[in-house]
């Protein structure tokens, strides 16, 4: 259903606009009339207009002005312009600020419903191209921060020529104020980047898509940014960060602008007095010795050595507090590669980035990371025993299934362990990863098949469970260097 509003000096026209479209039956929930240009764009500030029909010569605002300033909002704002008379200077501004047509009094009721079904097509194609922005927008996020993002319900498009990422980090002590710092950033937004889309990340913070203009806008959003941070930490006495990402000229390049804002968020670590964080400048690459330090901390819980698990820790956080002051930027990286190391190795935890996100210094992190380790080592100390167990239920399964689409996320399922987990261990334990073993029973069954029955290769391929032939034949010959046929040969010689 469509809102149109209308902005007309003279009432008996103005009113008889509302009772024309009326007549025309079209999917209109709502006419509002104003007589004061004004009143009419305080109005559309505060609710959803889909539709503007303006009148030229207007007090207070002309109609020019008014479709000016309402165009800075809401760029996909369909507006139609009505006329006393016919003037090409007045007609030339309004298709410069994209107006859709330009219609002369008295107004003809064809033109008027051709031009309102313009309107209504104009705006169905928008919400098309803007819900497949906005989920590209939302998915490239996600990818990221690695969960799901609902998103503000404040901000109807999300259309630009550039697109820069920015994360908002609101500090734990401050997370009752969540809403009302939403309520913030929507005047904000609405203000300076009407185009962009906000995604909650509660209770920790915001993750915005801002659409700016043209690359040079950038600079501008970053002292925006500042200001907004600044304002809002003296008015509710509330700690936020914030790191933003280089602005790129494709949506498909959106990722790489959202990892280098949840990167430079990290810095503040190293700069907890500083609100806004730039992305970082160049390539930089994990320092190697980063692993051994993980090593010896995954040795640690192998071996239930509370002591030895303090020590590693406290080596290498000293490490990450002396790299912290060179390369902040990097920290972000260097702890996902950490936990994704040890959730691999050992099964550890995977909500690592919840507390990651709770956390405010290095401090603060080694105390929660500590925790979390030891808590684990209990944990893990007893499920040893159940390694062996788990292994031999997903050979079974295998064995049982074969013929079955099986892949290792359903295996890791099946003995409720995680995918890197479980991937880690059935190699460890069998010397074969599981997709190499879930073969190696496919093809025995095949070779059954070829001696003792005259079915086709495709059959064959089929009944023990490969997709095609031709994927059957590649993996046959990984095993046995011949083909199924030229193995049923030899086997009838």
């Known amino acids: 259903m469509y809102h149109v509003l209308i902005c007309e000096d003279e009432p008996l026209i103005g009113l008889g606009l509302q009772k024309i479209i009326r007549e025309f039956n079209f999917p209109i929930q709502k006419i509002d009339y104003f007589e004061n240009s004004l009143e009419a764009y305080q109005y559309i500030q505060k609710n959803a207009v889909d539709i503007i ?71 169905g194609e928008i919400k098309k191209q803007n819900s497949m922005i906005y989920s590209l927008l939302q998915h490239h996020w996600e990818e990221v921060v690695s969960a799901s993002l609902p998103a503000s319900s404040f901000v109807r498009h999300c259309q630009g020529t550039f697109y820069a990422a ?84 494709e949506i498909t390049q959106f990722r790489q602008s959202a990892e280098e804002a949840e990167n430079a968020l990290y810095k503040r670590y190293a700069n907890p007095d500083q609100p806004l964080f730039a992305p970082a400048q160049g390539a930089f690459t994990i320092p190697e010795n980063v692993i051994a330090f993980v090593r010896a901390i995954a040795q640690a819980v192998q071996n239930n050595e509370a002591s030895a698990i303090e020590l590693s820790l406290n080596d290498l956080f000293s490490y990450l507090d002396h790299f912290c002051t060179q390369g902040a930027c990097l920290l972000r990286l260097i702890l996902i590669q950490i936990f994704e190391y040890l959730q691999i190795q050992l099964g550890f935890p995977t909500d690592f980035r919840q507390w990651m ?47 079955k689409d099986i892949d290792l996320a359903l295996l890791a399922n ?78 009838e010689k």
């Not at 909002?73 to 312009?81: H, L, S, V």
């Not at 009302?180 to 993750?207: D, K």
């Not at 898509?209 to 806008?217: G, S």
């Not at 391929?461 to 095609?468: I, K, R, S, Y």
Request: net charge positive.
């Open 414 to 491: 099946v003995v409720s362990m995680s995918y890197a987990y479980f991937s880690s261990i059935f190699k460890k334990e069998t010397g074969f990863s599981a997709v190499r073993y879930l073969q190696r029973i496919r093809i025995d069954h095949a070779l059954s098949l070829l001696e003792k029955t005259d079915l086709k290769i495709y059959e064959i391929a089929h009944q023990v469970g490969f997709p095609d032939e031709h994927y059957f034949i590649k993996v046959f010959k990984t095993f046995l260097d011949i083909t199924p046929m030229e193995y049923r040969k030899k086997f």
């Open 166 to 249: 920015a994360a908002i980090h609101l500090c734990a002590a401050y997370q009752n104020n969540f809403y009302t710092i939403e309520e913030y950033l929507e005047g904000w937004l609405t203000e300076f980047f009407p185009n962009s889309q906000v995604f909650l990340y509660e209770p920790y913070g915001f993750r915005m898509a801002i659409c700016l203009p043209n690359k040079a806008a950038e600079n501008d959003m970053a002292e925006k940014l500042r200001s907004f941070l600044l304002n809002l930490r003296k008015k509710l006495s509330v700690k936020l960060f914030c790191g933003y990402g280089t602005a790129v000229s």
């Open 53 to 123: 029909i303006t009148d030229i010569q207007m007090p207070h605002l002309n109609g020019l002005d008014f479709i000016q300033k309402v165009k800075r909002m809401y760029p996909d704002m369909q507006c139609i312009i009505l006329s006393g008379y016919s003037d090409f200077s007045y007609a030339q501004s309004a298709i410069k600020l994209g107006v859709v047509d330009y219609l002369l009094k008295p107004i003809d009721k064809g033109e008027l419903q051709k031009l309102l079904e313009t309107c209504m097509e104009r705006i």
């Open 357 to 403: 996100e709770q956390c405010e210094t290095l401090k603060h992190l080694k105390s929660c990371f500590e925790q979390n380790l030891l808590k684990f080592m209990t944990v893990f100390s007893k499920q040893e025993h159940t390694v062996h167990s788990a292994v031999s239920r997903a050979i079974q399964y295998m064995q049982k299934n074969y013929s």
